[in-house]
């Protein structure tokens, strides 16, 4: 097991935690109360140059602005129309750092970006997405940005008991129809941001109302909601995952993203996590130290 | 298998049913897809003389007026302390009408009955209410209140590859601490009201914010928010069950609670269900000609 994951300290540190909570003696966990819960974005799947479902979201408000010339002059219209990644990019980083004006001209577009159609045809239309998109640099389709290291890991964890969850920022819906085919995580098992959903005439019908940015601290909240358990193992990335960490008793692990050569190097967004892993002792994964391979052959 | 169901077209209906979705042919469903969602008060368990969890919520707000008079004088407190069922009740049977002028007050103290203790907590206090407290009138304690040939159908689906969540209007974590004993189901497929809870020092805590109403069309929507996916089974007994039977594609069974001998007899708050039961062919089941034991022995 874990073979795309180098031997040294972060490999032993997760498999010595496994065989203490899977072994009778002080630290034995019962198996429905070995929960995993992992971040999605920089944890699960390739975040950058852009997170995936801005690509998605970016395709959506270009074709409304071609249709359309008064919302072509606007935000975040324009910037979609002119593939401006920089101007959404900011938006995000910013909110990490306690800025979200520009984040909420982004959430008033991604909002109504895909109101008024059934979840079945929202569904429909992430699926070809991902059957039709690939990624801007890396020479591969985006269902083949998962990293394969942490898709063993899921299965470690399973192997041994656990029910893994995903629990990310990023869209509950826009993640659900491929979370199956790239990680084995079906639908029941993944929390995210989500829009508000509607019934009318027996059907679910997206809205542009906000409902909850599954993010800092309303991930434990979601992880509440889900589960009505506290997780014994956290994986995550960035400062939107501190909360989520704190919740977790048990094993806490921090995707490091240090390797310019197969995946990217930065550290913006996860500048407080990182500092925290050192002091909470939580354990830092380093893409380019630990992981034999980063993506699928 | 159903030996708690008598036979005659109820139980018919039901194996039929499974059979059908369970064998290669063109009712066949994947067993992935076998969601069944299953109310809990009054489908569940006894919901008469009043919700379970009103008396949990009357003996708290009862507490807090003791504690202080000037909460005495007023509603919920002042029918709390007196033991006046009949005002709840009242507020209840009128939110099914249509009027909600009671509800609202009568939510202002339940939201702030239970409000600053961690979620632990509050599952501590869950679990002793059910160790202590006894049914008012049905000679057994609330946690022999369910209905064994319910929970009986909960096993034949499970055994059929179903997987059953409970969908109710009571709250989630009022029913949680006691699911998995009473009917084998486990807290992450208990889907109910909540009251918003929030990350506090490592700790989730329960606010007096309402966050979602689980009745009528929110159902549907929190369905979707756990699982991600259409039931194919869904169980209920009054009008607030409606647009989860609508949502619902497959088999629809009503509980008819026409047993004043067993148990209670009564449609108040259930007459359009009843009749849209009939109108939409959703399968009846009458407590009195149907079952062959209402309470476990």
Chains 1, 2 share one sequence.
């Not at 109504?112 to 997405?129: C, D, K, L, Q």
């Not at 995903?166 to 993640?175: K, L, T, W």
């Not at 704190?246 to 550290?267: N, S």
């Amino acid at each position: 097991m874990l073979k795309h994951w180098n031997d040294g300290p972060t490999k032993s540190a997760i498999v010595d935690f496994v065989g203490r909570v899977t072994t009778p003696g002080p630290d034995f966990v019962a198996p429905q109360d070995r929960i995993a819960v992992f971040d999605n974005d920089g944890t699960l799947w390739c975040e950058k140059p852009a997170y995936i479902q801005l690509d998605f979201l970016m395709r959506r408000l270009a074709a409304q602005a071609a249709a359309d010339p008064a919302l072509a002059a606007r935000q975040p219209y324009a910037a979609a129309a002119s593939g401006d990644l920089d101007w959404f990019g900011a938006a995000v980083t910013k909110h990490y750092q306690g800025d979200d004006s520009e984040l909420k001209v982004l959430a008033t577009g991604i909002l109504s970006a895909y109101s008024g159609i059934t979840v079945e045809e929202h569904a429909a239309r992430v699926t070809a997405f991902f059957a039709e998109v690939r990624h801007p640099t890396l020479d591969r389709s985006y269902t083949e940005c998962g990293y394969v290291p942490m898709i063993e890991l899921l299965r470690y964890l399973e192997s041994n008991a656990f029910t893994c969850y995903i629990v990310s920022g990023g869209g509950r819906d826009f993640m659900r129809p491929v979370t199956d085919g790239m990680y084995g995580i079906p639908p029941e098992r993944v929390v995210g941001s989500s829009v508000g959903v509607t019934f009318a005439d027996g059907n679910l019908v997206t809205t542009a109302q906000p409902e909850f940015l599954n993010d800092g601290p309303v991930k434990p909240v979601r992880i509440w909601d889900r589960t009505g358990r506290r997780p014994m193992f956290a994986a995550g990335n960035s400062n939107g995952d501190i909360e989520m960490m704190q919740y977790t008793k048990g094993f806490r692990l921090l995707v490091w993203h240090d390797d310019a050569d197969r995946e990217f190097a930065y550290e913006a967004g996860a500048e407080k996590a990182l500092k925290m892993a050192e002091s909470e002792g939580w354990t830092v994964a380093s893409m380019r130290s630990d992981w034999a391979e980063v993506f699928p052959r």
